[in-house]
């Protein structure tokens, strides 16, 4: 879904020349909507120029934002950058005039100009401006970031943030992070550790060291928090972590299993499963005192629950029809209400940022599938297929899922997917090692 404002109309329908179903709406004092159901998007093609600098390193440093910007835009499937060796004009100025007849000749739909400035105490100032070249006119009088040479990539996330949303009308996923499960060693017998990098991939660190078997790290609403499954004491138990002092400690203090966590919307509590005498119930827990409340009483494997973005109901799987399939109910209480019904089992379901959809794992015929439907269970749609895809997890725009393949073989390991929740632009994220369990955070500060 997209809302451009007026300004953006023209482009727009440009990239969206070939949808075979949408709907159309505007009045008006409000920004056009398209809403795209089905149909073939074609890349707007943008023409981003090498950034202005003045210096040497700041050389460098414009080369490389220019670079990032140009792959995050790219990346999304909606957009196509005009190679520099096509380009007719130079930029060597931020705020003089463009000419758009030149950018116009090279079929350029839009264009980012920008500089770097590097200051003796190693500041970085970066300026960029938008342009619609279709209707020779700026969009906005343009941002300035700025920060130390260090955060450059931050600088050109943020800057890939501030077009797609002023070109889309969506909001941003670049500058965010990823936790997930790295690992490593024989397939039999592997390493699994915390980690944590840029939505690209890029900057990758550990969190956790070797000495014990982790999984599934889920991100607090702000972004500073993790909780996750560990079993440094023999049995799995949910721990919350501090990414920036690693502190940690469990959630729960018992003896039974805990496991599959994840924070409620204003980042609280916590939904987790807890087996007691053999049998695994969702439980929500206090994160300040550590109080449990028992959510479902049946005799059933109730687990992966995810709360609903306003925290009212939970979405979770369950085999209590006998088959592994996804339910809804109110946090209060309430019988749970099944929403899948498709042919294959359904697990690990999380709710879309908005609230209208749900992510899922489906598996059947001897194939595993990453899908979404809406929170009803209506519009099932499947977005990847393969050997073994589980565990997705949503960028913070709701436009964008992670998930990670398991390839098979000896020699098979797990790696990070993503894919648009259109069925498009599935593309790999480089990791150092193999990854598993991905957990997408919020916009960073």
Known sequence: MTRPGKWLSALLLLLVASVGTSAF???ANSPLRIVIREGVIRPLPIAIPAFVSDSGLARDLARNIARVVAQDLVNTGLFREIPRGAHISKIEQVDVPVRFADWRAVNAEALIVGSVELAENGSLTTRFRLFDVFAGTALGSGLQFTGVTDDWRRVAHK???AVYSRITGEGGYFDTRIAFVSESGPKGDRTKRLAIMDYD???????TDDDTIVLAP??????TKLIYTSYATGIPRVYLMDIETREQRAIVESADMTFAPRFSP???KVLLSITEQGNSDIHEVEIATGTSRRLTTSSAIDTAASYSPDGKWIVFESDRGLTQQIYLMRVEGGEPRRISFGKGRYGTPVWSP????????KQHAGRFHVGVMRANGAEEKLLSASFLDEGPTWAPNGRVIMFFREMPGASGGPALLSVDVTGRSLRRVPTPQYASDPSWSPLLP
């Open 25 to 27: 709406a505007q009045s």
């Open 159 to 161: 800057i890939a943030d």
């Open 201 to 207: 991939g890029a900057n990758a660190s550990f969190l």
């Open 218 to 223: 889920r991100f607090s609403p702000d972004g």
């Open 266 to 268: 204003d980042g609280k």
């Open 354 to 361: 908005d609230g209208e959809f749900i992510a899922f794992t």
